[in-house]
């Protein structure tokens, strides 16, 4: 039974920066491909960037330059460095997981088949 556990959202002032972490539990053995999303109030859900278990990396264009996720392998844990942040960067953030599929779009929320509950991110 895979569980995603986010944490380290919070409230920050413009420009300032933030790391969410992802911890994952029960996913085993297959390659595997952890994404970041987003979600604002009355907005689509917004993926912003993914890392695969080779350690390749996507990014949103929205993100490019200002956001990295790295990992942590052994302790399971994705994480995402916010930095230069926007008033607009604010939402809900998620992290998902599914088994790394060639081809498979990278930034699609219905790709995935495991989430997070999400942490808020406020920037005023």
């Known amino acids: 039974h895979v569980q995603l556990v986010e944490s380290g959202g919070g409230s920050v002032q413009a420009g300032g920066s933030l790391t969410l972490s992802c911890a994952a539990t029960?996913?085993?053995?297959?390659?595997?491909?952890m994404g970041w999303f987003r979600q604002a109030p009355g907005k689509e859900r917004e993926g912003i960037g993914r890392i695969d278990s080779y350690g390749r990396t996507t990014y949103a264009d929205s993100v490019k330059g200002r956001f990295t996720i790295s990992q942590d392998n052994a302790k399971n844990t994705v994480y995402l460095q916010m930095n230069s942040l926007k008033p607009e960067d604010s939402a809900m953030y998620y992290c998902?997981?599914?088994?790394?599929?060639?081809?498979?779009?990278?930034?699609?929320?219905?790709?995935?088949?495991?989430w997070g509950q999400g942490t808020q991110v406020t920037v005023s």
């Open positions: 998902a997981m599914r088994p790394l599929i060639s081809g498979a779009p990278p930034l699609t929320s219905a790709q995935y088949t495991f």
């Open positions: 029960g996913y085993t053995g297959r390659p595997y491909c």
